[in-house]
Structure formats: C-alpha cells, structure tokens
C-alpha cells in the first residue's frame, strides 16, 4: 500500500467511506498502526495519560510530543500523520501557535497538527497555522485540555444551546482552514448534524455513528490496562482486544520459569566455549 495523501483522505470522504484513525505514541505502536492499514495516525498528547500515567493531558510539553512523533515517525510509513499542539503551545498568540505547529512538522515530520477548541483565538490560531501552509485538524466537544472550565471530562452538546454552540464553532473551524474535526463525548445527534452541515469531514470518538471517521486511543481499544488497574477506558470504548491480559499472562510466566530455574533451559542457552579454549576459564 501506498502512503495515505490528503487527497486521499479527501476521495474517502467524497465515497462516503469512514476514515479510521488510531493513536500511537512510540515505534512499536506505530509500526501496529501502519500494519493495519488505518488511515491516520494521532500522535495524541492522551500520551500524558496513557503514556506518562498523568490523570490529565494538561502536563505534557513540545519537547515530549517531539520525541512521540519522532518515534511514531520512524515506525509509520504509510499512515497519514498527525501530532496534537499540547496544551500551552498555542493559547497565548498566533505566532506562538505557528512556532509550535512548525515544529511538529519540520522537527516531529508530522503531516498535520492537531489543536483543541474553537474559540475566536483559536480560529485565529488556525488561520495563521493554515496560512504558514500547515494542514489543520480542529477538535471541539469534550477539549481535555480545558477541563479546567468544562468541569472535568464530561460529554458535551446536551443541551439545544451547547449543541449549537459546538456547530456554530465547526462552521468557524471549516471556514478557517480546518481540513476535519474531531468530535469528542457529543450525543450522536450533535455528531449527525455537524456531519451534515459541514463540507469536511468529522472524526467521532464517543460522538456516535454519524460521522465521517472515527478514532480510538490505542491503549484504550487494545484493553492494555490490566483489569485490576484503577484506569479503565471510557465507556464508548469498545475493547477490540485484551492486550493487558496477554501482556500480563506472560510476564506471570517469565517470572515462574525464572524463580523454578526452567529459564534459560538449554535451547536458550545457545552459546558455547570453543573447543580447546576451555583453560581460558577453568
Ligand atoms: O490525544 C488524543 O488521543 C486525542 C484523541 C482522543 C482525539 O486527542
Ligand atoms: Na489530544
């Protein structure tokens, strides 16, 4: 397969085929991802929480999305790549946003940036990132990057207001250069009339059936956390798999053949003294 262009992004969503994305953090998780065949890859700044164990993304920094897209860039090939402008990287002005956004693409080799909220000085934000010939994707919903004013991580849209609020921002996102936006924890009737009223495409993650894409955290699909670990994936998380249990099952079993000495048995014991060079240790 052939590396994932905008344009061909951009022919899915003309088809009407859903778009997938996935998020990824490292080398290995990128290599997964790419296999896969998903569209595009998030170098999400949910790092901070899957990654780095953070109850928020609010702590992670440039210098750590740097090294996440540095890594994911090395192990994904064919994935349309995108890195999240983390939170304090592009609030205070445009050309701090600019700055920032030039940096996951020339430093991270992203091929989008990602920014959350659409606000007027986010719009701004946008254009000006657009304007330095940097795709953008919006993202608008449940931004975790500003629980601070949303009062934790809570869906959003429920009310007729704060649902047309959300559309009202789409459109100011569409008009401002913004190529998608990710819809986060809306009803699937905020999803569905976004959808419609945009000419771009919307990636849903919790935002219902409706949209042109959806996309999961990796760790989050993958079931990595092991069941008795208090950070359990949100609930419009499905588990495709339960890589935490098979992660878990074979550390058990290291551990056992280690501590009953049937680890390293001969077959893993590969190497041996040359004949006649036995004097140099006996
Ligand atoms: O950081 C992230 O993983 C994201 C997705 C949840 C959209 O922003
Ligand atoms: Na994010």
Redesign the pocket.
């Given at each position: 397969a052939q590396k994932v262009t905008m344009r061909y992004l951009q022919l899915k969503f003309a088809r009407k085929e859903p778009i997938t994305?996935v998020?990824a953090y490292d080398y290995p998780s990128a290599v997964h991802v790419d296999q896969a065949g998903i569209d595009m890859c998030?170098v999400?700044?949910?790092?901070g929480m899957v990654v780095h164990g953070y109850n928020t993304?609010l702590p992670v920094t440039m210098t750590e999305m740097l090294s996440h897209c540095k890594a994911v860039k090395r192990g994904a090939s064919k994935c349309f790549l995108v890195g999240?402008l983390p939170f304090g990287s592009y609030e205070q002005a445009p050309h701090q946003a600019v700055e920032s956004a030039v940096s996951l693409v020339k430093e991270g080799g992203m091929d989008a940036i990602?920014l959350?909220g659409g606000n007027a000085s986010r719009i701004t934000a946008v254009k000006a990132i657009h304007d330095a010939g940097i795709a953008v994707i919006g993202?608008i919903g449940l931004t975790?990057q500003s629980i601070g004013i949303l009062g934790g991580f809570r869906p959003q849209g429920l009310t007729s207001e704060g649902a047309m609020k959300l559309l009202e921002q789409a459109l100011l996102l569409e008009a401002a250069g913004c190529f998608a936006i990710?819809l986060?924890c809306v009803p699937s009737a905020v999803g569905a009339a976004i959808t419609s009223s945009l000419q771009i495409p919307t990636?849903g993650?919790g935002a219902g059936p409706f949209c042109s894409g959806q996309?999961?955290?990796y760790h989050d699909l993958l079931g990595m956390m092991h069941p008795q670990h208090t950070k359990v994936a949100p609930k419009f998380c499905k588990q495709f798999a339960k890589v935490g249990d098979v992660i878990q099952e074979g550390l058990a079993k290291y551990r056992a053949e280690v501590s009953s000495g049937a680890f390293p048995c001969h077959a893993y014991t590969p190497y041996r003294i040359n004949p006649g060079q036995t004097d140099l240790f006996l």
């Amino acid at each position: 397969a052939q590396k994932v262009t905008m344009r061909y992004l951009q022919l899915k969503f003309a088809r009407k085929e859903p778009i997938t994305m996935v998020t990824a953090y490292d080398y290995p998780s990128a290599v997964h991802v790419d296999q896969a065949g998903i569209d595009m890859c998030l170098v999400g700044d949910s790092a901070g929480m899957v990654v780095h164990g953070y109850n928020t993304t609010l702590p992670v920094t440039m210098t750590e999305m740097l090294s996440h897209c540095k890594a994911v860039k090395r192990g994904a090939s064919k994935c349309f790549l995108v890195g999240d402008l983390p939170f304090g990287s592009y609030e205070q002005a445009p050309h701090q946003a600019v700055e920032s956004a030039v940096s996951l693409v020339k430093e991270g080799g992203m091929d989008a940036i990602k920014l959350e909220g659409g606000n007027a000085s986010r719009i701004t934000a946008v254009k000006a990132i657009h304007d330095a010939g940097i795709a953008v994707i919006g993202h608008i919903g449940l931004t975790p990057q500003s629980i601070g004013i949303l009062g934790g991580f809570r869906p959003q849209g429920l009310t007729s207001e704060g649902a047309m609020k959300l559309l009202e921002q789409a459109l100011l996102l569409e008009a401002a250069g913004c190529f998608a936006i990710v819809l986060e924890c809306v009803p699937s009737a905020v999803g569905a009339a976004i959808t419609s009223s945009l000419q771009i495409p919307t990636i849903g993650i919790g935002a219902g059936p409706f949209c042109s894409g959806q996309v999961l955290v990796y760790h989050d699909l993958l079931g990595m956390m092991h069941p008795q670990h208090t950070k359990v994936a949100p609930k419009f998380c499905k588990q495709f798999a339960k890589v935490g249990d098979v992660i878990q099952e074979g550390l058990a079993k290291y551990r056992a053949e280690v501590s009953s000495g049937a680890f390293p048995c001969h077959a893993y014991t590969p190497y041996r003294i040359n004949p006649g060079q036995t004097d140099l240790f006996l």
